[in-house]
């Protein structure tokens, strides 16, 4: 068998996740355990997407990192916490443990230093969860670059909670677990992204001026203040757990709106019973709650779900044949102020002519300028490894390729 010539270099990409039972809490710090279980979808690549490069080589001197072009401090400890962990998989899996006391030296390759690339195909500013894609993109890409294979969403959950969800495609729930060292804390698909073609996800990227209080940090307030947020966990997750899968499974779409938004609501409940209290949700965010709840009346039915993580962009859930009634009312309700032609992103939208009824009932009040744009995809897979050797953001030197 002709020996297999080791890669040196890998890019790969990973897609961002938005949650319909949410992750808020951790029992476990350190290793990112979960006070309960969690479901998401993972949105495609094609419209929301982190590239990732790395590469090892006996010339570097240090493990370095570039976020966005720019050099960034590869010792922060959960980055650090991936690494190590992803280096240890693959001494393990090539058997060495690591010490040369047997004579079997762990592999050159271990040895060596590395460099990782990474960007967002969107502005990290958005406020569009970028550390989930972030943390699953550089542990699916040095996976690969190491040839560690197997059971990854565990070394992605040490990156980011949520990250774990977004190592698969499709619609995706975050096992909590019993066990003290995380081993039975992962991730597993409920169905991949062709299970349900007609979903289609909006984003509504909302005018913020304030970076709201950070999720780690948030979530641990919760755990100590809120008895809400314990009953939540205890007693109400399990249950809309089983509920979720099964909307999913049978693609019911209105008991699967209508469990979304009473998570989201729940979640930011919680915030509120936090104390000192915690506000993710703006005005624009409760007119856009409001905004739905009157287009769900209208047709009698819930035809649109919300839902909001950790800042105030809305996360919109419709069927295909929805969507451009729903962009419709959107841009009468939110009339873009000056990029009226960058207003809609993503996927293509078709010209809707609004009835009478509708607009009476659901337009209100237009706050121009409220929402800086929309975004449309759908499901989408997860992570993949980029053949093309021209997408690798690090050179043949082993730095950024753009960057001065
Ligand atoms: C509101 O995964 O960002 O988006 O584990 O501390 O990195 P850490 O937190 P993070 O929390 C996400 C919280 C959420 C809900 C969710 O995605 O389930």
Request: proline share 6%; with cysteine; glycine share 8%.
């Amino acid at each position: 068998m002709a020996e297999e010539k080791p890669s040196t270099v890998v890019t790969c990409t990973a897609p961002v996740n938005i949650a319909v039972v949410k992750y808020w809490g951790k029992r476990d710090e350190e290793l990112i355990l979960p006070i309960n279980s969690s479901l998401s979808v993972t949105l495609h690549q094609d419209q929301l997407k982190t590239t990732t490069t790395a590469a090892i080589s006996r010339d570097f001197k240090e493990d370095r990192l570039w976020l966005n072009g720019k050099e960034d401090d590869i010792g922060h400890p959960r980055l650090q916490s991936c690494l190590r962990e992803i280096r240890r998989l693959a001494r393990k899996r090539r058997g060495g443990n690591g010490d040369s006391g047997s004579g079997d030296h762990p592999p050159l390759s271990l040895a060596y230093k590395v460099h990782i690339a990474s960007e967002n195909n969107f502005p990290t500013a958005a406020g569009l969860a970028s550390s989930a894609a972030g943390y699953a993109c550089l542990v699916y890409t040095l996976a690969k670059l190491y040839g560690v294979e197997g059971e990854l969403s565990e070394v992605a959950r040490q990156g980011s909670g949520s990250a774990c969800r977004s190592m698969f495609g499709g619609f995706v729930q975050w096992i909590v677990g019993e066990s003290a060292d995380g081993k039975d804390s992962v991730a597993l698909q409920v169905a991949p992204e062709t299970h349900w073609p007609e979903l289609r996800v909006l984003i509504l990227v909302v005018s913020a001026e304030k970076k709201p209080v950070g999720s780690t940090a948030g979530m641990q307030t919760s755990v100590k203040t809120s008895l809400l947020l314990k009953h939540r966990a205890e007693a109400v997750v399990p249950e809309r757990m089983e509920q979720m899968i099964q909307h999913i499974q049978e693609r019911d779409f209105e008991a699967f709106a209508e469990l979304t938004m009473k998570d989201s609501n729940q979640f930011h409940a919680t915030c509120m019973d936090t104390f000192p209290p915690i506000f993710y949700l703006n005005d624009v965010s409760k007119q856009v709650i409001a905004l739905v709840h009157r287009f769900n009346a209208h047709y009698g039915k819930a035809k649109v779900a919300y839902t909001f993580d950790a800042g105030p962009n809305a996360v919109l859930f419709a069927l295909e044949d929805t969507v451009d009634d729903l962009v419709e009312v959107v841009k009468r309700s939110f009339p873009p102020e000056n990029n009226g032609g960058q207003f809609l992103k993503g996927l293509p939208v078709h010209k809707a002519s609004l009835s009478d009824e509708l607009l009476t009932a659901v337009v209100r009040d237009p706050v121009p300028g409220a929402i800086r744009y929309l975004l449309l995809t759908k499901p989408g897979p997860g992570p993949m490894m980029v053949e093309d050797a021209s997408s690798h953001l690090l050179g043949a030197d082993g730095l950024p390729q753009s960057s001065p």
